[in-house]
């Protein structure tokens, strides 16, 4: 993708996220707001920050376990400090942070950019597939029990199932324009994506699946105590139960995946306040919330990102 591309996206995402924080809180009473946060028992940002760590040691170690299949053995420092830098670049441009993680060890460690992405793209793949099954899960669930929780967040995929040909087409110009691209490009990438195959094949074929696969769970809980956790803060939510706290993780977890600035700033704010609604929490108490949420997660990938970058210009001046 060009820079102007780029450009060009961010501000368009980045006007998303302006009017949904717009939507979220336009009929909020500012003092009362500020009250409630006042009252919030703050002590669970410490059980939370302790699982945010245990998130980022498990993220770590599960690359470790990416490269080790493709004969690395890299150090957890390094790893840590490109994953926190990462999700600093996507805090400014969503979806950049994963070429910068790749940046970061081919500048330091002398890894292949082919080599970085694919492991990088491996774990998206795999994250991707753990939030389809959620999803259906929360779905049967849904349905077994006869709620309509998730019913209030279907009622836009009447678009798209009265415009099929539309989407249909859409999607078809973009399969034949990439096509197209790489034909362009073939003689520049060929060896590129033949030399991203294999080392893509030698990640599928990796010995340690099943340390692969109980970080990768681990990381799922992590990010359902990260919403869970929250709950205590205030009496009014504390009452909700782990099927509810586990039907917002699911929502909030969607909202993320948006290209917006600032983690889904906006997005998140909109769907997860809309969601605490419909569980029978007040306007005010479960904004509040949502902004907490999202905003302990922002500081502390704030926090992380800058002490990753200092951390590696140390490391560069002493190398040089």
């Known amino acids: 993708m060009r820079p102007k591309s780029i450009v060009l996206q961010s501000i368009l995402f980045g006007c998303i996220g ?16 500020i009250n409630t946060l006042k009252r919030g028992d703050y002590y669970v940002v410490v059980p939370v920050f302790l699982v945010s760590l245990l998130v980022y040691f498990s993220r770590v170690k599960r690359w470790q376990i990416l490269f080790e ?26 979806r950049l942070g994963e070429f910068s993680r790749a940046i970061v060890l081919k500048k330091w460690l002398n890894i292949p950019i082919h080599q970085s992405l694919s492991t990088i793209i491996f774990e998206r793949i795999t994250d991707v597939l753990c939030l389809v099954v959620i999803l259906i899960s929360a779905f049967l669930l849904e ?45 520049k990438v060929s060896i590129w994506v033949k030399q991203f195959i294999e080392v893509f094949t030698k990640i599928v074929y990796m010995r340690n699946r099943g340390w692969f696969l109980f970080h ?23 009452g909700l139960s782990m099927y509810q706290a586990f039907l917002v993780m699911v929502l909030g977890v969607i909202a993320r995946t948006l ?6 700033a906006g997005a998140y704010h909109f769907i997860v306040g809309k969601a605490l609604m419909i569980l029978g929490i007040g306007n005010v108490v479960a904004s509040a919330l949502a902004l907490l ?19 590696l210009l140390g490391k560069n001046k002493i190398n040089a």
């Open 18 to 33: 302006v009017v949904l924080i717009y939507l979220s809180f336009q009929k909020l009473d500012l003092l009362s707001l």
């Open 69 to 94: 299949a493709t004969g690395e053995k890299l150090p957890a420092n390094f790893l840590f400090a490109s994953l926190a830098s990462g999700y600093l670049v996507n805090f400014v441009v969503p």
């Open 143 to 187: 349905l077994l029990s006869h709620g309509s929780f998730l019913n209030e967040f279907t009622d836009g995929v009447t678009f798209f199932s009265k415009n099929k040909l539309l989407v249909a087409l859409i999607i078809m110009a973009f399969g034949v324009g990439y096509y197209y691209w790489i034909k362009k490009r073939k003689d």
């Open 216 to 238: 990768t769970v681990i990381i799922w809980i992590g990010f359902y105590l990260m919403t869970y956790l929250w709950f205590f803060l205030f009496k009014e939510s504390s």
């Open 259 to 264: 290209p917006i600035q600032a983690g889904s």
């Open 293 to 311: 949420i999202h905003g302990f997660q922002t500081v502390f990938t704030l926090l992380f990102g800058i002490i990753a970058y200092v951390w």
